[in-house]
């Protein structure tokens, strides 16, 4: 196995991971910005405000993409798998 194909399998691994885990952060991310500003705008300090809607938020974005995300990683998982002999050069 060559360093290329090390490399060419660990930046795969790094987009795919990037892939299935955008939907999530990026949700966390928004709804904690719309919490702060709302606490901001309220003078609401209280830790559960901020958590709470960020759970939920990324229980439903889990729920709505997890069908792709799986996809997603069943797809690498399949490449990765069916690819073994030609990268081990049999």
Do not use: C, R
């Not at 919490?35 to 990324?58: D, Y």
Request: proline content about 6%.
């Amino acid at each position: 196995m060559s360093p290329d194909a090390v490399i060419a399998i660990g930046q795969q691994a790094l987009w795919v991971m990037f892939l299935v885990s955008l939907p999530m952060l990026g949700v966390a991310l928004i709804v904690g910005l719309l919490v702060s500003l709302l606490q901001a705008a309220t003078q609401l300090n209280e830790m559960t405000l901020s958590f709470v809607p960020k759970i939920l938020g990324i229980g439903i974005a889990l729920v709505v993409a997890g069908p792709w995300m799986l996809h997603v990683m069943m797809d690498y998982t399949i490449g990765l798998l069916q690819s073994i002999p030609h990268l081990l050069g049999s």
